[in-house]
């Protein structure tokens, strides 16, 4: 738990410093020295959170232990709030039982230069020589694209992973750290803990952003004052314990997740990530397609939306999913990182997908910076790096002018307050005539699909087999031909000797009749087996090679359907189709319905909606929708969801103005259906760091959910919804029916470049 200290007694404190110079902490070797490496930047300028980490510090009772050192090097903040440390000059500091202690002014120097690292530690295993050795870096971290400690009086000059591994060899001069530990965001990655070979026996490291509570000091400090001669391996898994119980007591840390890894196992990851690599790395010139879409099912870590992320993904969930295109690689990379990973707690929200070691596949910040990932992986010889920078420049290059907005989607069946439309109530017009009523329970024609949807018999999708239902009313002069296949098909295609069911006058000419009946055979039988069936299983093209079609295609598709109907509890129910052409489903990444509204002369895009499965054997897309949407307080919000499939928890971000600040609003649904949330985040600033922290969401706060809205000539611009105020019991998101209004559906398909094309607009009344 934080804990503050009085600021009145440091005050007091550094009024005295002024007139008493302080000796410096040479001595006896002691059993264990700490150095902090604080680069303060705008996490201390502006909400002071440096300081509430050394008041925890010093209420630890770390400071009086005889045999513990700790010394500080602070520097990096325009302003310090709670201490008056040099806003411009690096100063170090010993930790007493009363708070820190001048020992030195280093001068002028950004916390962002390796030099500066390297000479606190020599001042350091110089001045509080010890047994063992650890150190914490403290500040921003933006994984090894833009490395950790920027400098805010330095232009927010950082230290790369380059320069941070100079730092620490030519400060060690050939001593070794027990522990050393990144109190910073995205840390965790197969680089760093590679680099970090030889310099510490154990790096304590985070896959996720890192919360604005940081590390809980005084939570694992004190059990090491008390008994500093506990272990290191104890010791690293005490700060990995305490910031997951700190974070997880009243949800102030959103996802958190803390790792220790074993150093002397990281020879044997890298030798296995650079294998990996270089195979995977081999088929990116004929088979970019696959491996981007195998890419596109991992969550990365810190991502919020669009291009905020950071590429890292964890290593375990990776190799599952490319276990069918490089079984042997995956497999040897998965049993290194398992036995360099020797200990890892998450908050329960992220347990799914947080297993402990991360790896930088890049693809959704390839776009927006192309520049510094090759910045910092061309030039290096080995095969991991050399994978960043070839899957990054395919990438990038890979846009396509897909034919988006010559697609409309088709209708396949909506239905709604007891009305039908689509095409396949138009067969079933056709094929029946006016005597059968779509919409009646049961009638002479043998049940319709209205009944299966909202019967116990369950669904269209299942009810045929099992109760009377549309099938049962099939003609049976009019066998269906459809390959074998499972779900609707068995129903369908496996009926032992289905009844005939007596008709009554046909008000529509049997040659009228025979066609409906085969229009219906095909519509059915084309949704596995379109007439542009483009590729079969094994043949060599971009979509079914070497495996990927096991790992991407959409199998289960129909499961999925019947899995969405059978549990939607509205009477909303619809399926968008769409075939795209061979070119476009090569070049096609992923696609998502999306739902629209028509206001004024502008479109407004809410977001996207429903499940859908793309079959990348035949262009088939499906969406579905049921007339539910995501709500803050009863406002329809726009909301992206990310899954922890081992957990059952989604985690949500919803783009907002809080208090007219830009915001992503940060929430939880648990497996049980509770939803909680966790408070706001600006996300990333303009130097791709990720800002540490949850602002919690007070009563009063106004809030506006944010939205794309898209002019005819398709200019787009930022959309404020109504706003939302929280109540004293605070903000409620919830799921219901959205209200009445000109509502619109179209399909985004994203290309392998990860840009996004949108197809026409088809009305969508409710």
Known sequence: MKKTLCLLLAMTMFSLLAVC????????????????????????????????????????????????????ATGGASRWNGYPFSTRNVQYYRLDQSGPVLLKDAGRMSMGDARTLNSFIRYGLANAPANRYMMILWDHGGGPVHGVCNDENYRDDGLSLTELKKGLTDGLQGNRLDIIGFDCCLMNCVDLCSDLYGIADYSVVSQELVSGTGLDYDGWMKPVANNPGITSREVARLIVDTYIADNARGRRGSTATMTVVDSARMPQVMEAANAFSKSLASMLSTNLA??????????????????????????????????????????????????AVCYNSTTGDIAGYAHGLSFFLPYKTVLSEKKDILSHYSGQKDSYSALASTLTSQVASSGYAMSASSYTPNNFYSSYDNSCSGSLCDIWDGYYGDYCSFNDAYDAC?????????????????????????????????????????GIWTGLTDQPEPTPVPQPAATTPPGQQADAAAALNNIWAGLLHPGNEYYQPGENNQNVQAGISEAVSAEGMLESVESYFSSST?????????????????HLSTANGVLNKKEGDEIIRYGNMG???????????????????????????????????????????????????????????????????????QGYDENGFAIRGVIPLEEGMTIYPLFTAVSADGTEREY????????????????????????????ALTDLSGQAHYTDRIPLTF
């Open 21 to 72: 110079p302080l000796p410096d902490a040479r001595g006896e070797s002691r059993e264990l020295t700490i150095l902090i490496y604080i680069c303060g930047s705008d996490l201390e300028s502006e909400d002071g959170e440096a300081s509430t980490d050394i008041r925890e510090m010093v209420s630890s009772g770390i400071g009086s232990s005889g045999a513990v050192n700790v010394l500080l």
């Open 290 to 339: 696959g491996v981007v879409r195998l890419r596109g099912q991992l969550t990365s870590f810190g991502e919020f939306m669009d291009t905020d992320a950071s590429d890292l993904v964890d290593v375990f969930d990776m190799c599952d999913a490319f276990s069918a295109l490089l079984p042997q690689e995956s497999a040897d990379l998965k049993e290194a990182a398992l036995q």
């Open 446 to 486: 043998g049940g319709n699909i209205w009944s299966g949807l909202n019967s116990s018999c369950g669904s269209v999708w299942d009810g045929y087999s099992t109760c009377s239902g549309i099938w049962d009313g099939y003609l049976q002069s009019q066998p269906v031909s459809t390959p074998s296949a499972s």
């Open 570 to 586: 509205l009477s909303a129910q619809m399926v968008y189709s769409l075939q795209l052409t061979k070119e476009d489903l090569n």
């Open 611 to 681: 499940k859908t499965t793309i079959d990348w054997s035949t262009g088939l897309i499906l969406s579905m929708f049921d007339g539910s949407w995501p709500m803050l307080e009863g406002q329809m919000i726009r909301a992206e969801y990310f899954y922890a499939e081992e957990s059952g928890s989604v985690r949500f971000v919803i783009p907002a103005r809080v208090n007219g600040l830009k915001m992503y609003l940060l929430g939880n649904s648990s497996a049980d259906g509770e939803t909680t949330l966790l408070g706001a985040t």
């Open 720 to 747: 404020e919804g109504s706003a939302v105020v929280i109540p004293a019991d605070g903000a409620k998101l919830t799921w219901g029916k959205i209200p009445s209004g000109n509502y619109q559906y179209c399909f």
